[in-house]
Structure formats: C-alpha cells, structure tokens
C-alpha cells in the first residue's frame, strides 16, 4: 500500500515538472525570438600573412597620412585633403583594429596572457586613430600613429620568430 502511495506522487510529481518545462520552454521561444546564431568562423591566414596583408598596409596608411616631407622643391605637410581622404584612413585604421581581433582567433590566439593584453593594446590605439580621422584631427592622428607603432614593438620584442 505504501510502495503504491509513493509511486503515486512521484509520477504526480514528474507530470508537474512536466508541465512546467513545456511552459518555460514555450515561455523562452516566445521571449526570444530568431536570436541569429553565429556561424563559426574558419581562421586560414597565419599570423605572418594577416601582419603582412591586413595589419603592416593598414598601420603604415595611418603612418603616412600626416606628416612633412622634405625634398628639392621644399618642404611640403602632407595630411588627408577632403572628406573622401579622412573617410578612407578611418577604413584603414578599422582594418588595423580588425586585424587584432583576427590575432584572437584560431590558431592566432597564441596564448589567453600577454599575446591578448598586447592586441588589445594595438585594437586600443588603432580605435584612437579611428576617432582623429573622424574628427578630421592630424594631431590626432600623429600621437595615434606613434602610440600603434608602440604596441607593435612590444609585442614583436616578446613574440616574433626571427
Ligand atoms: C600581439 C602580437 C603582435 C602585434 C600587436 C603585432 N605583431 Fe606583427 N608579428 C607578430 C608575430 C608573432 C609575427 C611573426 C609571425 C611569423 O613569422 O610567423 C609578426 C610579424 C610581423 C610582420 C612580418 C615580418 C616578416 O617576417 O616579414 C610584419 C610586417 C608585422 N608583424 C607588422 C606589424 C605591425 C605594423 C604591427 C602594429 C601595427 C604589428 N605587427 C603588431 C605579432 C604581433
């Protein structure tokens, strides 16, 4: 009599519990909706080729932009000359910061340590010289410059296979 007293609430109790999880799971469907699912990214670049084909062109864009330079007719500022100018070098800075979210994936991710500080380092200064060309700022974009190529020595003394 008792065994069957037990069994009695025990199914009671998985029918509840039951019940209960079709509720919360008719609950969350309703909640969130078509939460877009990441696809997983496939890294296939190795760290020489993003440092040569993405961060090496788009850091020296930033280091080039702003700048003096002197020959036989004198000496002439160069800087970005119209909106169309400012707008790219924002696109190049983007690209430098990209490349150092390309550093934290795969394979690339070298260890969860100094490798991460360090990129996050050059994603940090890179944003900086996204903001100067932004706001059109040559300064700005100077003391950027000088700071990226920083974070690049940096890591280069520690990681880099000669
Ligand atoms: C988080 C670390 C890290 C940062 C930051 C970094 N690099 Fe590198 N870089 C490396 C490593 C590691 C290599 C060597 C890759 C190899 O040879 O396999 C490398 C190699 C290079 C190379 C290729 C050198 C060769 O052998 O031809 C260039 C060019 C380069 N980096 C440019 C830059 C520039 C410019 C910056 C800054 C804007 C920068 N890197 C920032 C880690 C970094």
Redesign the pocket.
Known sequence: MRTIQWLFFISVALFVSGIGFVIAAARTSREAPAAVEAPAAAPVA???QV??GI??PA?TSVYNAVGTVMNADGIKETAPQNDEEWTALASQAAA?VES?NL?LIGKRL?DSGE?VT??R??IEKGQLAIKAAEAHDKEGILSAGSE??D??D???AK???Q
């Open positions: 190795s760290i020489k440092m040569q961060t090496m850091a430098l150092g550093l070298v490798w360090m990129t380092a050059m990226i190529n974070t690049c940096t890591c280069h990681y880099q296979r």
